[in-house]
């Protein structure tokens, strides 16, 4: 039975969240093995540990149940995005929950399999015409997060008037160009010049999605990025403790300590951020809590990364120790849906345009 449904039918709703998030974890901590990490950084598509995720139940975990999803709370599905992070899950399951949950939202149907969002980047957008029989795409989207490896694409376009559209683009069914972000993820960049989609695939754009993925696709990359850098302080704490020099763990010397409890209040107020953007999803100010914590999180990223490679020295380098799978995901995933300055420059827009009144309120509902 998927995880979900075990949880569903036999927890209290206040016990929900941490038995879906205690199971997935068991379920992530035996699939993701070092073995299974080294393939997919060679790029051959994890389809083991992709099954399994999807038999639990976890790639439909914001869809309704009554549209054949989980019907989690979107805050308990946003934690298991997080988890994912941590766990440095070299598949695409963020995506696919969030573009299930969006195509079930525009169109009232089922998008099974594996999912990806174009475009990611602020300056990308797509055109969307009609023609006789159907529509047209034009346009370029780069680092398309698992272009060719996933069954279908969820692309927001916009026509003339700018009106917004959801189209469920078949994988292959556009050119693409072969491209790889630090983690060894593909990033492609897809070409839409004159792609042709039939009607059925194409929907208005709901209102979750009016200015297209950025918004909830940085909010994705927040939360895996929290979860990560968990993952990092974990390595550096364990390996801080076991190093001995001149007759004692490394992690008893004043100046470990120092760098680590930097690393951790980085991560504490990366993960305080996060967790205010989960909040708010749904809610009014979530534009903001979500510019908040990828600004807050991607500066914290870098330095989190930083000092855990201090502390574990040469070894840390070498693709024998498993903390590369972490931070070149840091590192990739701050520049995706946005990088920090375009969000710090972002928030001080909302500021200045709320004026000296509204800031009290922003930050409230923050």
């Not at 023609?131 to 069954?151: H, I, K, M, N, T």
């Not at 870098?302 to 040469?314: L, M, N, S, Y």
Request: hydrophobic letters at 50%.
């Amino acid at each position: 039975m998927p995880i979900t449904a075990i949880s569903s039918h036999h927890a209290a709703a206040e016990e929900l969240s941490a038995i879906v998030l205690e199971q997935a974890d068991r379920l992530f901590r035996g699939e993701v093995t070092k073995q299974r990490m080294a393939d997919a950084d060679t790029g051959a598509w994890p389809s083991a540990i992709w099954r399994a995720v999807e038999q639990a139940g976890l790639p439909l975990a914001l869809v309704p149940d009554a549209q054949g999803g989980a019907g989690l709370a979107p805050a308990d599905a946003l934690r298991l995005i997080r988890r994912a992070g941590y766990h440095t899950l070299p598949i695409p399951l963020p995506e696919t929950m969030l573009a299930a949950a969006l195509w079930a939202k525009a169109s009232g149907a089922l998008a099974e399999g594996t999912l990806s969002l174009a475009p990611t980047a602020v300056e990308h957008s797509i055109l969307i015409e009609p023609r006789a029989r159907g529509f047209v795409l034009r346009g370029r989207a780069e680092r398309v997060p698992w272009a060719s490896q996933v069954d279908r694409i969820l692309v927001y376009a916009r026509d003339a008037s700018a009106a917004g559209y959801l189209v469920l683009l078949q994988s292959g069914a556009a050119p693409s160009q072969p491209s790889r972000n630090l983690a060894n993820e593909q990033r492609n960049t897809l070409l839409l010049d004159d792609v042709a989609v039939p009607a059925e695939a194409v929907r208005m754009a709901p209102s979750a999605c009016a200015e297209g993925f950025l918004l909830l696709g940085a909010l994705l990359r927040a939360l895996q990025m929290v979860g990560a850098m968990e993952r990092c302080l974990d390595y550096a704490l364990a390996y801080a403790m076991e190093r001995q020099q001149f007759g004692r763990p490394i992690g008893k010397f004043q100046a470990v300590q120092h760098m680590l409890a930097d690393a951790a209040g980085q991560y504490a107020a990366a993960a305080a951020a996060a967790e205010l953007a989960t909040e708010a999803y749904g809610n009014a100010g979530f534009d903001f809590a979500v510019a908040i914590a990828k600004a807050r999180v991607g500066e914290a990223a870098g330095k989190v990364a930083e000092i855990c490679h201090q502390v574990h020295g040469a070894i840390g380098f070498t693709h024998e120790h498993p903390l590369h799978f972490a931070t070149r995901r840091l590192w990739s995933w701050r520049d995706e849906f946005g990088h920090e300055t375009y969000w710090q420059e972002r928030i001080g827009r909302m500021v200045c345009d709320a004026g000296g009144e509204g800031l009290w309120p922003m930050l409230v509902d923050a």
